[in-house]
């Protein structure tokens, strides 16, 4: 059973509109949420952290986390060529955490065409 | 703003050959980790270190070792390179936290060839 999942796409979405990601995991105990943005042949960049159930917006992004539901999300508002690119969720399940080891979900990639 | 530096970002050696990846972070983590990413297979840890001279395998670690001898350095050993080892290696860095985990910051990458 995969620990993190992404929907894996592609997604593709015309400019100006709301691209919505999402992923979900396998354990009840997981406090930390991220999501990083990757461009072809570059490292992930980090976007978005989320620990509360809840919003939490940073300018055209919003993360939303429900941990009842084991779901997390990335909603990216008036969405911009400059956007397209593989967006990685990572959560730190219940093994490892203490270490500090976060789980990656394989990425959903997303193009925004104009 | 964190710094990871990774020594190359493109290698190209030969089968057989003892490799050497070096990573250096400024900011004083105490966690550092070694991914490798292939295309259709996401981001796959190989070996991670949560203190000088600590190190946990990842899922992955066959054909690999790793080195952390000072807190700012982790190195990747590739112990007698195979051509299925050509891949794009990551390294991160984390601080660490008594509840949750930070975020981990990530190297420009090494995109090495093995022939």
């Known amino acids: 059973q995969k620990e993190v999942e992404q929907n894996s796409g592609p997604l593709s979405v015309p400019e100006g509109a709301i691209a919505s990601l999402n992923c979900t995991y396998s354990d009840r105990v997981s406090q930390s949420f991220f999501w990083y943005r990757q461009y072809s042949g570059k490292s992930p960049e980090l976007i978005m952290s989320i620990y509360s159930n809840g919003d939490k917006e940073d300018g055209r992004f919003t993360a939303q986390l429900n941990k009842a539901s084991q779901y997390v999300s990335l909603l990216i508002r008036d969405s911009q060529p400059s956007d397209s690119a593989t967006y990685l969720c990572a959560v730190n399940l219940g093994r490892g955490s203490t270490l500090g080891r976060l789980y990656f979900g394989r990425g959903t990639q997303l193009t925004v065409w104009p | 703003d964190v710094k990871v530096t990774q020594s190359s970002r493109y290698l190209v050696k030969r089968t057989g050959e003892k490799v050497f990846l070096e990573c250096v972070q400024d900011?004083?983590?105490?966690?550092m980790f070694w991914y490798r990413q292939d295309p259709g297979l996401g981001l796959r840890l190989i070996y991670f270190?949560?203190?000088?001279?600590?190190?946990e395998k990842g899922d992955i670690p066959e054909g690999y070792s790793v080195s952390r001898e000072k807190k700012e350095r982790f190195s990747l050993i590739l112990e007698s390179a195979s051509t299925n080892q050509t891949s794009m290696y990551l390294c991160?860095?984390?601080?660490?936290?008594?509840?949750?985990?930070?975020?981990?910051?990530f190297g420009d990458g090494t995109r090495l060839s093995i022939l």
């Open positions: 991160a860095s984390s601080t660490r936290t008594t509840g949750g985990n930070q975020p981990q910051h």
């Open positions: 900011m004083d983590h105490e966690n």
């Open positions: 270190s949560y203190d000088v001279k600590m190190k």
